[in-house]
């Protein structure tokens, strides 16, 4: 047994969403016409730079209008793979309702470690921060999401010290963490880890599981309904590991939604979630 009583094999189809989801080029394919769609409708700020990494930049679509939310996306590709442009169409429907959105990019494992992603969104949050008149933003109503790794980084930026960062110890209205790992330990056991490089001290340390209950934050889990049952048990578990200290995270199914498709569900005008996303996402 590799993990949990599961094989090698089996672990390996729990977590990694391209066994799981065969098909998954074809979502790739639509995620990357639907984002050129909307550079093209928004144009936006590209490449707006956060930090020194090579990919420390972000892709900024402002809202018409000064003052408005803002919220930043934190894509998925298990802190290996993937690139914000092909995210941008998360951006199309919440700016047409007033936000302004925000994608950014991190460095990639091998490169970096977890640990090193985190620190790089720790830093694109305190830009966003400091910066927010410049993209139309107010700085009370940042919220932030993540999927698959970037569900990870949002639960994570969630317990940060922002008191010693910002000088604000609460800077988020809202945290969305979309079908996220938030027990690493599982990813070791899989051919995954060949780049993620984690050892059973690293999986810890970068565990949400395992860090604080982010008491001090609005916060609700999305999981699609026809991924994995691993997957819908990390969500599930995370939202009972925040209530076990009190902090009621509900968790919600995007049914008939896979490891791709659930962001079509909340993002998109058109998905079973994108209502209640924005309504959620407004203090």
Sequence with gaps: MAWGGFTSAELEWQYNPRETVPEFMTHFERFVKLSDETRAQLGGKIDVRFGDGPKE??????????????????????WRSQDKKDYAFVARDLVAAGF???????????????????????????????????????????????????????????????????GDPAPFSAVVPISGVFDLEPIRHTTLNEDIRLDAASAADNSPMLDAV???????????????????????AYGAYCGSAGHKVPVYKAWGANHFTVLEEVFLGTGSLFGHLKRFLLP
């Design 57 to 78: 930049t972000m892709d900024v679509f402002m809202a018409s209008e000064p003052g408005a939310p803002v919220h930043v996306f934190f894509h998925g590709g298990y």
């Design 214 to 236: 982010p008491v001090d934050v609005r916060m609700m889990v999305i999981v699609g309904g026809n991924e994995s049952p691993e997957f819908v048990r990390q969500s599930d």
């Design 100 to 166: 302004t959105v925000i994608c950014p990019n991190y460095d990639l494992c091998p490169d970096v470690t977890v640990a090193d992603i985190t620190d790089e969104a720790v830093r694109c949050i305190d830009y966003i921060y400091r910066h927010i008149e410049d993209f139309n933003g107010d700085r009370d109503r940042i919220s932030i999401s993540g999927h698959s790794a970037g569900g990870q980084i949002v639960a994570r930026l969630a317990t940060h010290d922002w008191e010693e960062t910002l």
